[in-house]
Protein backbone atom coordinates (compact mmCIF):
# COMPACT_ATOMS: atom_id res chain seq x y z
CA UNK A 1 0.00 0.00 0.00
CA UNK A 2 1.13 3.38 -0.53
CA UNK A 3 -0.80 6.76 0.42
CA UNK A 4 0.05 8.89 -2.58
CA UNK A 5 -2.38 6.55 -4.85
CA UNK A 6 -5.08 6.36 -2.35
CA UNK A 7 -4.75 2.74 -1.14
CA UNK A 8 -3.54 1.18 -4.07
CA UNK A 9 -1.34 -1.78 -3.60
CA UNK A 10 1.76 -1.54 -4.77
CA UNK A 11 5.31 -3.63 -5.45
CA UNK A 12 8.27 -2.82 -2.65
CA UNK A 13 9.38 0.22 -4.51
CA UNK A 14 6.37 1.80 -4.29
CA UNK A 15 5.06 1.35 -7.79
CA UNK A 16 1.30 0.39 -8.59
CA UNK A 17 0.95 -3.14 -9.18
CA UNK A 18 -1.12 -2.88 -12.06
CA UNK A 19 -0.81 -0.67 -14.48
CA UNK A 20 -2.42 0.62 -17.94
CA UNK A 21 0.10 -0.27 -20.88
CA UNK A 22 -0.55 1.59 -23.80
CA UNK A 23 1.47 -0.39 -26.89
CA UNK A 24 -0.86 -0.65 -29.97
CA UNK A 25 -2.90 1.75 -29.23
CA UNK A 26 -3.64 4.30 -31.76
CA UNK A 27 -3.11 7.97 -30.53
CA UNK A 28 -6.96 9.04 -31.69
CA UNK A 29 -7.79 6.00 -29.62
CA UNK A 30 -5.81 6.82 -26.27
CA UNK A 31 -7.57 10.07 -24.34
CA UNK A 32 -10.78 7.47 -24.53
CA UNK A 33 -8.62 4.24 -23.42
CA UNK A 34 -6.38 5.95 -20.60
CA UNK A 35 -9.22 8.13 -19.11
CA UNK A 36 -11.40 5.01 -19.22
CA UNK A 37 -8.51 2.94 -17.24
CA UNK A 38 -7.91 5.74 -14.55
CA UNK A 39 -11.76 6.00 -13.85
CA UNK A 40 -11.50 2.15 -13.34
CA UNK A 41 -8.43 3.06 -11.18
CA UNK A 42 -5.45 2.26 -12.79
CA UNK A 43 -2.84 4.44 -11.05
CA UNK A 44 0.35 3.57 -13.46
CA UNK A 45 0.00 4.37 -17.04
CA UNK A 46 2.70 3.14 -19.50
CA UNK A 47 3.79 4.59 -22.67
CA UNK A 48 6.72 5.39 -24.90
CA UNK A 49 7.98 7.92 -27.90
CA UNK A 50 7.86 4.63 -29.87
CA UNK A 51 4.45 4.09 -29.49
CA UNK A 52 3.57 7.35 -31.47
CA UNK A 53 0.60 7.88 -28.98
CA UNK A 54 2.23 9.94 -26.08
CA UNK A 55 -0.15 13.46 -26.79
CA UNK A 56 -3.27 10.97 -26.89
CA UNK A 57 -2.26 9.60 -23.54
CA UNK A 58 -1.35 12.87 -22.59
CA UNK A 59 -4.54 14.29 -23.01
CA UNK A 60 -6.01 10.94 -21.76
CA UNK A 61 -3.89 11.75 -18.19
CA UNK A 62 -5.85 14.93 -18.50
CA UNK A 63 -9.55 13.80 -18.59
CA UNK A 64 -9.07 10.93 -16.38
CA UNK A 65 -7.14 13.25 -13.50
CA UNK A 66 -9.79 15.60 -13.73
CA UNK A 67 -13.13 13.26 -14.23
CA UNK A 68 -12.04 11.17 -10.91
CA UNK A 69 -10.94 14.24 -9.00
CA UNK A 70 -7.19 13.19 -8.97
CA UNK A 71 -3.90 15.46 -8.55
CA UNK A 72 -0.85 14.96 -10.78
CA UNK A 73 0.77 13.49 -8.01
CA UNK A 74 -1.70 10.72 -7.60
CA UNK A 75 -0.69 9.17 -11.28
CA UNK A 76 2.23 7.55 -11.79
CA UNK A 77 3.32 7.82 -15.10
CA UNK A 78 6.24 6.10 -17.43
CA UNK A 79 7.63 6.62 -20.67
CA UNK A 80 10.22 5.89 -22.95
CA UNK A 81 13.48 6.76 -24.91
CA UNK A 82 13.68 5.20 -28.21
CA UNK A 83 17.31 4.93 -28.63
CA UNK A 84 18.06 4.33 -32.45
CA UNK A 85 18.83 0.89 -33.71
CA UNK A 86 21.71 0.62 -36.06
CA UNK A 87 20.25 -2.86 -37.18
CA UNK A 88 17.31 -1.28 -38.55
CA UNK A 89 19.35 1.45 -39.98
CA UNK A 90 17.95 4.05 -37.44
CA UNK A 91 21.23 6.10 -35.95
CA UNK A 92 22.23 5.59 -32.01
CA UNK A 93 21.04 8.53 -29.94
CA UNK A 94 24.01 10.29 -28.24
CA UNK A 95 23.52 12.35 -24.95
CA UNK A 96 22.10 15.41 -26.48
CA UNK A 97 19.80 14.33 -28.43
CA UNK A 98 18.58 11.34 -25.74
CA UNK A 99 17.71 15.11 -23.32
CA UNK A 100 15.74 16.52 -26.59
CA UNK A 101 13.93 12.98 -26.83
CA UNK A 102 12.87 13.54 -23.40
CA UNK A 103 11.97 17.15 -23.77
CA UNK A 104 9.91 16.02 -26.67
CA UNK A 105 8.48 13.36 -24.80
CA UNK A 106 7.20 15.89 -21.70
CA UNK A 107 5.97 18.18 -24.20
CA UNK A 108 3.79 15.53 -25.76
CA UNK A 109 2.16 14.55 -22.77
CA UNK A 110 1.89 17.73 -21.38
CA UNK A 111 3.72 16.87 -18.03
CA UNK A 112 6.43 18.78 -16.66
CA UNK A 113 7.81 15.32 -15.03
CA UNK A 114 7.35 11.63 -15.04
CA UNK A 115 7.53 9.33 -12.30
CA UNK A 116 9.65 6.71 -14.73
CA UNK A 117 12.04 7.49 -17.98
CA UNK A 118 13.16 4.15 -19.40
CA UNK A 119 15.43 3.31 -22.14
CA UNK A 120 13.74 1.13 -24.32
CA UNK A 121 15.75 -1.42 -25.97
CA UNK A 122 19.47 -1.59 -25.43
CA UNK A 123 20.03 -0.86 -29.24
CA UNK A 124 21.77 2.10 -28.87
CA UNK A 125 24.74 0.68 -29.73
CA UNK A 126 27.71 2.43 -28.95
CA UNK A 127 26.10 5.38 -27.36
CA UNK A 128 24.29 3.06 -25.02
CA UNK A 129 26.19 4.46 -21.98
CA UNK A 130 26.18 7.81 -22.91
CA UNK A 131 22.12 7.47 -23.18
CA UNK A 132 22.24 6.07 -19.59
CA UNK A 133 24.17 9.57 -18.86
CA UNK A 134 21.61 11.34 -19.82
CA UNK A 135 18.81 9.39 -17.97
CA UNK A 136 21.31 10.23 -14.70
CA UNK A 137 21.28 14.04 -15.23
CA UNK A 138 17.16 14.10 -15.93
CA UNK A 139 16.62 12.43 -12.48
CA UNK A 140 19.49 14.26 -11.22
CA UNK A 141 16.98 17.69 -12.59
CA UNK A 142 14.22 16.25 -10.62
CA UNK A 143 12.30 15.45 -14.40
CA UNK A 144 12.19 11.71 -14.19
CA UNK A 145 11.67 10.72 -10.78
CA UNK A 146 12.76 7.35 -11.17
CA UNK A 147 14.82 5.99 -14.13
CA UNK A 148 15.31 2.44 -15.71
CA UNK A 149 16.24 0.26 -18.72
CA UNK A 150 14.25 -2.03 -20.83
CA UNK A 151 14.85 -5.36 -22.52
CA UNK A 152 18.26 -5.39 -21.39
CA UNK A 153 20.38 -8.41 -20.10
CA UNK A 154 22.82 -8.68 -17.56
CA UNK A 155 25.54 -7.98 -19.79
CA UNK A 156 23.68 -4.74 -20.55
CA UNK A 157 23.89 -3.63 -16.28
CA UNK A 158 27.41 -4.73 -16.15
CA UNK A 159 28.54 -2.51 -18.98
CA UNK A 160 26.91 0.00 -16.81
CA UNK A 161 28.51 -0.72 -13.65
CA UNK A 162 31.81 -1.07 -15.73
CA UNK A 163 31.62 2.83 -16.95
CA UNK A 164 31.40 3.67 -13.11
CA UNK A 165 27.42 4.56 -13.02
CA UNK A 166 25.10 4.19 -11.03
CA UNK A 167 22.63 1.34 -11.84
CA UNK A 168 19.00 1.48 -13.71
CA UNK A 169 15.95 1.37 -10.99
CA UNK A 170 14.12 -1.12 -12.80
CA UNK A 171 14.52 -3.14 -16.24
CA UNK A 172 11.06 -3.72 -17.63
CA UNK A 173 11.23 -6.83 -19.45
CA UNK A 174 8.92 -9.71 -21.07
CA UNK A 175 7.58 -12.01 -18.16
CA UNK A 176 5.00 -14.18 -18.16
CA UNK A 177 4.38 -18.13 -17.24
CA UNK A 178 6.33 -19.24 -20.01
CA UNK A 179 8.94 -16.55 -20.26
CA UNK A 180 10.04 -16.18 -16.72
CA UNK A 181 14.04 -15.61 -16.85
CA UNK A 182 15.14 -17.18 -13.57
CA UNK A 183 18.62 -16.05 -13.84
CA UNK A 184 18.21 -12.10 -15.23
CA UNK A 185 15.60 -11.75 -12.44
CA UNK A 186 17.93 -13.37 -9.36
CA UNK A 187 21.05 -10.68 -11.28
CA UNK A 188 18.60 -7.71 -10.72
CA UNK A 189 17.11 -8.88 -7.30
CA UNK A 190 20.65 -8.86 -6.17
CA UNK A 191 21.59 -5.67 -8.03
CA UNK A 192 18.31 -3.86 -6.41
CA UNK A 193 17.01 -3.70 -9.86
CA UNK A 194 12.99 -3.91 -9.73
CA UNK A 195 11.48 -5.92 -12.44
CA UNK A 196 8.18 -4.69 -14.64
CA UNK A 197 6.60 -7.33 -16.30
CA UNK A 198 5.31 -6.80 -19.69
CA UNK A 199 3.20 -8.95 -22.42
CA UNK A 200 2.30 -10.65 -19.58
CA UNK A 201 -1.41 -12.29 -21.36
CA UNK A 202 0.68 -14.63 -23.86
CA UNK A 203 -0.33 -17.54 -23.47
CA UNK A 204 -3.89 -16.41 -23.84
CA UNK A 205 -5.53 -17.61 -27.35
CA UNK A 206 -6.90 -13.70 -27.47
CA UNK A 207 -3.59 -12.26 -27.53
CA UNK A 208 -3.12 -9.44 -30.02
CA UNK A 209 -5.28 -11.30 -32.38
CA UNK A 210 -5.79 -8.53 -34.46
CA UNK A 211 -4.09 -8.68 -37.71
CA UNK A 212 -0.09 -7.47 -37.75
CA UNK A 213 -0.51 -6.98 -34.20
CA UNK A 214 1.16 -10.10 -33.64
CA UNK A 215 5.26 -11.40 -33.44
CA UNK A 216 7.26 -14.04 -35.43
CA UNK A 217 6.82 -16.72 -32.63
CA UNK A 218 3.18 -15.98 -31.42
CA UNK A 219 1.83 -19.06 -33.43
CA UNK A 220 4.08 -21.42 -31.64
CA UNK A 221 3.86 -19.94 -28.06
CA UNK A 222 -0.17 -19.73 -28.63
CA UNK A 223 -0.36 -23.21 -29.42
CA UNK A 224 -0.59 -24.74 -25.94
CA UNK A 225 -3.35 -21.93 -25.06
CA UNK A 226 -5.67 -23.24 -27.57
CA UNK A 227 -5.95 -26.84 -25.35
CA UNK A 228 -9.12 -27.12 -23.25
CA UNK A 229 -7.04 -28.38 -20.49
CA UNK A 230 -4.59 -25.67 -20.57
CA UNK A 231 -3.57 -25.22 -16.55
CA UNK A 232 -4.90 -21.61 -16.69
CA UNK A 233 -8.29 -22.50 -17.59
CA UNK A 234 -8.41 -24.94 -14.62
CA UNK A 235 -7.00 -22.74 -12.60
CA UNK A 236 -9.16 -19.44 -13.38
CA UNK A 237 -12.34 -22.40 -12.69
CA UNK A 238 -10.64 -22.75 -9.36
CA UNK A 239 -10.49 -19.32 -8.01
CA UNK A 240 -13.61 -18.09 -9.38
CA UNK A 241 -11.61 -15.76 -12.17
CA UNK A 242 -10.36 -15.08 -15.78
CA UNK A 243 -7.23 -16.60 -17.19
CA UNK A 244 -5.97 -12.98 -17.56
CA UNK A 245 -6.71 -12.46 -14.21
CA UNK A 246 -4.39 -16.06 -13.12
CA UNK A 247 -2.22 -14.51 -15.42
CA UNK A 248 -1.92 -11.28 -13.74
CA UNK A 249 -1.87 -12.56 -10.21
CA UNK A 250 0.78 -14.28 -10.64
CA UNK A 251 3.22 -11.10 -11.67
CA UNK A 252 1.40 -9.67 -8.84
CA UNK A 253 2.42 -12.68 -6.36
CA UNK A 254 6.02 -12.75 -7.66
CA UNK A 255 6.30 -8.80 -6.96
CA UNK A 256 6.51 -7.65 -10.24
CA UNK A 257 4.73 -4.68 -11.86
CA UNK A 258 2.26 -5.93 -14.64
CA UNK A 259 1.09 -3.32 -17.03
CA UNK A 260 -1.98 -4.89 -19.17
CA UNK A 261 -3.53 -3.39 -22.08
CA UNK A 262 -6.88 -3.52 -23.43
CA UNK A 263 -9.57 -1.30 -25.34
CA UNK A 264 -12.29 -2.92 -23.98
CA UNK A 265 -13.77 -1.33 -20.56
CA UNK A 266 -15.11 -4.84 -19.52
CA UNK A 267 -11.52 -6.27 -19.39
CA UNK A 268 -10.03 -3.05 -17.86
CA UNK A 269 -12.07 -3.39 -15.00
CA UNK A 270 -11.31 -7.19 -14.80
CA UNK A 271 -7.24 -6.92 -15.16
CA UNK A 272 -6.84 -5.04 -12.18
CA UNK A 273 -9.15 -7.29 -9.62
CA UNK A 274 -6.64 -9.07 -9.00
CA UNK A 275 -6.50 -8.76 -5.33
CA UNK A 276 -9.61 -10.81 -4.06
CA UNK A 277 -8.16 -14.07 -4.30
CA UNK A 278 -4.59 -15.78 -4.48
CA UNK A 279 -3.12 -18.45 -6.36
CA UNK A 280 -1.77 -21.42 -3.99
CA UNK A 281 1.82 -22.78 -3.08
CA UNK A 282 0.66 -25.66 -5.33
CA UNK A 283 -0.52 -23.81 -8.50
CA UNK A 284 2.57 -21.53 -8.31
CA UNK A 285 4.97 -24.21 -8.31
CA UNK A 286 3.11 -25.67 -11.45
CA UNK A 287 3.54 -22.63 -13.08
CA UNK A 288 7.45 -22.00 -12.19
CA UNK A 289 7.79 -25.30 -14.10
CA UNK A 290 6.40 -23.84 -17.26
CA UNK A 291 9.36 -21.44 -18.04
CA UNK A 292 10.50 -22.29 -21.46
CA UNK A 293 11.34 -19.79 -23.74
CA UNK A 294 13.34 -15.93 -24.13
CA UNK A 295 9.68 -14.71 -24.89
CA UNK A 296 7.93 -13.70 -28.01
CA UNK A 297 9.04 -9.68 -28.31
CA UNK A 298 12.75 -8.87 -28.13
CA UNK A 299 14.66 -11.53 -27.64
CA UNK A 300 16.74 -10.07 -24.86
CA UNK A 301 20.33 -12.13 -25.93
CA UNK A 302 20.26 -10.90 -29.52
CA UNK A 303 23.84 -10.23 -30.75
CA UNK A 304 22.54 -6.58 -32.41
CA UNK A 305 21.97 -4.99 -29.37
CA UNK A 306 25.65 -5.77 -28.13
CA UNK A 307 26.60 -3.86 -30.77
N1 LIG B 1 9.27 -2.41 -23.02
C1 LIG B 1 8.89 -3.12 -24.07
O1 LIG B 1 9.68 -3.45 -24.97
C2 LIG B 1 7.45 -3.56 -24.14
C3 LIG B 1 7.07 -4.56 -25.06
C4 LIG B 1 5.73 -4.96 -25.09
C5 LIG B 1 4.81 -4.38 -24.22
N2 LIG B 1 5.21 -3.38 -23.36
C6 LIG B 1 4.24 -2.70 -22.44
O2 LIG B 1 3.44 -3.69 -21.79
C7 LIG B 1 2.07 -3.50 -22.15
C8 LIG B 1 1.33 -4.84 -22.17
O3 LIG B 1 1.92 -5.74 -23.10
P1 LIG B 1 1.18 -6.13 -24.47
O4 LIG B 1 0.45 -4.95 -24.99
O5 LIG B 1 2.21 -6.79 -25.28
O6 LIG B 1 0.15 -7.26 -24.13
P2 LIG B 1 -0.77 -7.72 -22.93
O7 LIG B 1 -1.24 -6.60 -22.10
O8 LIG B 1 -0.07 -8.86 -22.29
O9 LIG B 1 -2.00 -8.31 -23.78
C9 LIG B 1 -2.81 -7.48 -24.58
C10 LIG B 1 -3.66 -8.36 -25.50
O10 LIG B 1 -4.51 -9.22 -24.73
C11 LIG B 1 -5.89 -8.87 -24.93
N3 LIG B 1 -6.49 -8.84 -23.59
C12 LIG B 1 -6.31 -7.89 -22.64
N4 LIG B 1 -7.01 -8.18 -21.52
C13 LIG B 1 -7.65 -9.34 -21.76
C14 LIG B 1 -8.54 -10.13 -20.98
N5 LIG B 1 -8.89 -9.78 -19.74
N6 LIG B 1 -9.03 -11.27 -21.54
C15 LIG B 1 -8.68 -11.63 -22.80
N7 LIG B 1 -7.83 -10.92 -23.58
C16 LIG B 1 -7.32 -9.78 -23.08
C17 LIG B 1 -5.87 -7.51 -25.62
O11 LIG B 1 -6.95 -7.35 -26.51
P3 LIG B 1 -8.02 -6.12 -26.37
O12 LIG B 1 -7.28 -4.83 -26.39
O13 LIG B 1 -8.89 -6.33 -27.56
O14 LIG B 1 -8.72 -6.36 -25.06
C18 LIG B 1 -4.55 -7.56 -26.39
O15 LIG B 1 -4.70 -8.27 -27.62
C19 LIG B 1 2.14 -2.76 -23.48
O16 LIG B 1 0.91 -2.17 -23.82
C20 LIG B 1 3.26 -1.80 -23.21
O17 LIG B 1 2.81 -0.71 -22.41
C21 LIG B 1 6.52 -2.99 -23.28
Redesign the pocket.
Known amino acids: MNSQFNGTPTTATGLPFV?F?????ANEDAPGAVATAIEAGYRHI???AG?HNEEGVGEGIRLGLSASGLDRAELFVTT?LWPGNPAWGDAPKGYDETISAFEVSLAALGLDYVDLY?I??PSGGSERVNEWRALLDMKAAGKARAIGV??YTEAHIEEIRAAGLPLPEYN???L?PWSQKPELRAFMAANGIAPIA?????P?S?????PG?DSSKTAEMQAASADADSPFKAMAAKYGV????VLLRWGVQKGFGV??????PE?MR??IDLFSFEIDAADMALIEGMDRDDGV??ATGDPRFMG
Open positions: GGTYLIDTAYKLHASNQIEHYSSLVLTWRTEQTEAQLPKSLKRQNAW
